[in-house]
């Protein structure tokens, strides 16, 4: 049995991102940033560089930051 999906309200902040976007992190006290390379509802898919990839132990250069996370740059 599948429960309907509840549409919820969303924040203008989140309403405002754009695929190519440059962001800006905190990870394992590194400051990263990168380009969003998919929206979700609760964060994004980001596009590091393999170098900060390495520096915060990530296994690609792929990485999903919550929104709250964030700061666009």
Known sequence: MAFPRKDRPISDFVA???VDEV???NRNEHEVSGTI???LEN???VKISDSDA???G???NMTV???KNYTVM
């Open 16 to 18: 405002s991102r754009y």
């Open 23 to 25: 962001i800006s992190f």
């Open 37 to 39: 390379h998919k929206i």
């Open 43 to 45: 964060s994004v898919i």
């Open 54 to 56: 390495e520096q915060i």
């Open 58 to 60: 990530a296994a690609s």
């Open 65 to 67: 930051v919550a929104h």
